[in-house]
């Protein structure tokens, strides 16, 4: 008798169980912004993908920053010109 709960509980169980939403990864939204195939994303191409995402203008201050500090992250001598 006491056999009986936990078969029903192994029967129903799965059926009871919480569908997973089918959430993108962090590789197919990288893949989804880089529109040209180049391999690289840049800020532009995730300006784009946001506002998609969110709607014109969403976090523009922030994007903005991002996009006039065009190479400033860089701090190697491959950065400095060379004449």
Do not use: W
Request: proline share 4%; charged share 30%; aromatic share 4%.
């Amino acid at each position: 008798m006491k056999k009986l709960p936990l078969l029903l509980l192994m029967i129903c169980l799965p059926a009871m169980a919480v569908e997973v939403m089918d959430v993108p990864s962090v590789e197919d939204n990288l893949r989804d912004m880089d529109k040209d195939r180049n391999g690289i994303v840049t800020v532009s191409e995730v300006r784009v993908f946001i506002e998609s995402k969110h709607g014109k203008g969403y976090q523009k201050e922030i994007l903005d920053k991002m996009e006039g500090a065009s190479g400033q992250s860089c701090g190697t001598a491959f950065k400095q010109s060379l004449f």
